[in-house]
């Protein structure tokens, strides 16, 4: 029996749902940008051009979650890599757009580079749970103004896993549609198979950025899924209270998925979230905490009664650097998402807030996320489980471990076998160094990229690539 | 083995557990629906009353354990780790901490068992 974690009940799930509706019926959402307030107001919204500010009748709505696809399959470049959702079991994903990297050579902790976004992604592929990149860090030392596209396109071009990452203006729109279509051949192709989808983030309290919605509005004509990821932090840009925060994040969501339905009727969308809340000692924002933990799993409850693909943040932490703090709040925030049943987790590899990008914590958090999988599979009460005639046979004082049903269990994966945190006694412990976590962590990283690279794009293919990049870094200008 | 450092992160992770066996309250006072109304597009919570009413009600476990400040402070702090915070903390308990006394009935009681433990072991039997 599956072990899940219920927040809501229906009733509260109902609740926060209809006043969801009223919050977009009455209070309204401003929409800044070119296309939204048109696509709104020839749909029968109330718009109020002075202030962008939009007022959504339930119906736009109820017609939004009705056209919305209840399935999406994340495929990637390598098409055995592919992840549908709904899911039957938890997939990582990778976290994204951290400020710093630590540099893995030198320990030294400084501004992400593509060759960070190079390296994570051999990581990312070689991890078994991990199925969705995003671009981890973001890439420096490339032009502001074509920035996301190298993080973007890199993302593709050294993993073959499904990649999803976001563009921030309308003119960077042409140079992402050229290397997709290089990448997979046509825009037909692009249209299809959907190796690659945005990730989107309304403005607390209730906003929309004009640029990026833009983008993503034209991006509508390649049917590129997105992942609508609301971010109000309680206290703060959203209200001191963990449910009427989860009343923010959702209203926020489906704001935005009625304007990208309207606009694209069918177009897959993923209900996500990354909220947070505020530190009320230092006013910080605090990914790690237990009430992060718990909003997140409501809005999990909240995705699935949409019966939509379900996505969250979690496996976060606010510990400055690796460590047992780091583990501490990752596995908290992990396990309550994992027992709520999302889809999928977003967040593995980074410390700090989501600010800084660790090689080492990418391999750790894959390890912790097979024991929070573990646990959300529950306990097999089926008859192959109930070993009474061992019981019986072994009797008082016996023991089991020549038993064929304890080999048979060792070999079913009822038992995980760690792959990194150390389980010998301590004197062999003592006698091997003394190994931990991270230490087996970054002797794995060192493999992997002391390894050959995996499905490494075709060099033709990559070469076009390269030229989309050096056409953009030229072309797009600041703004 | 014990590790006395290890009892206060054990601590620290029971008392987020028990924040989350707490769950998200959903009675009138969790209700912020007029508040978000009155923030609107754009606006902020960090002055509400309501948010102030839910610092002082626990709706948020403050801890004291672990660093949750900027990257910055945490370098001028000199980069603490929560095994060096469970450490100092742990010298200063050990330093300062005085058990509560117990009566002096119950003292003189102890004593009196102790004294009868000692001289049946010494008499071997």
Known sequence: MEFVAKVLSD??????????????AEVGVRFHGEKALGILEAHGAHVSREDHRVRIPAELVEEALRTAPKSVVFEGRNPSLSFPMPSSWTGLGMDGTAAFALDFQTGVRRYGTKKDIEDAMRIFQA????????????????????????????????????????????????????????IQGSEDAVRKNKI??????????????????????????????????????????GPASLYSNALLANTETLSAMVVFQLAHPGRPMVYSNAVGVVDFTTGNFLAGSSETALQSSALIAMGRYYQLPTTSTGCSCDAREPGPQAILEKTISALLDFMAGSD??????????????????????????????????????????RLLADIAQVGPGGHFLKSKS????????????????????????????????????????QEILEGPAVDPLPDDIAGKLDDILRRADTELKDE | MLCLEQILIEIELFRRGARLHRGIGSDASHWLDGTIEKAGPGGSFLKERSTR?????????????????????????????????????????LKDHTPLPLSREAERELDRLEARARALSASGK
């Open chain 1, 127 to 182: 991890l078994d749970l991990a199925v969705m990149a995003w671009a981890p860090t973001c890439a420096s030392d490339a032009p502001g103004p074509s920035r996301p596209l190298h993080e973007f396109l890199d993302m593709l071009r050294y993993c073959s896993k499904h990649g999803e990452h976001e563009l921030h203006r309308v003119d960077q729109v042409p140079y992402l549609v050229e290397g997709l279509t290089a």
């Open chain 1, 196 to 237: 690659s989808s945005l990730i989107y983030c309304p403005v607390a309290p209730l906003v929309h950025d004009g640029q990026m919605l833009d983008a993503y509005l034209e991006l509508g004509q390649l049917d590129l899924p997105v992942m609508i990821m609301p971010m109000p932090v309680a206290g703060t840009t």
């Open chain 2, 53 to 93: 009413d839910a610092l002082r009600a626990g709706e948020w476990y403050l801890t004291d354990l672990g660093f949750h400040d900027t990257h910055e402070r945490w370098q001028a702090a000199g980069r603490p780790t929560l095994l060096h915070e469970a450490r100092d903390r742990v010298t200063q308990i």
């Open chain 1, 406 to 445: 304890t080999r048979q269990a060792a070999r079913s994966g009822e038992f995980t076998i760690a792959a990194l945190t150390d389980r010998h006694p301590y004197e062999a412990w003592v006698e091997l160094g003394r190994p931990s976590i991270y230490s087996a962590a970054r002797a794995r990283v």
């Open chain 1, 11 to 24: 009733e509260m799930l109902a609740g926060l749902h209809a006043e969801s509706l009223r919050l977009l």
């Open chain 1, 344 to 385: 999928m987790i977003i967040g593995i590899g980074e410390v700090d807030c989501s600010q800084l990008l660790v090689l080492e914590q990418m391999v750790v958090d894959n390890e912790l996320a097979h024991r929070c999988q573990r646990v959300r599979q529950g306990i097999d009460a089926s008859d192959a489980k």
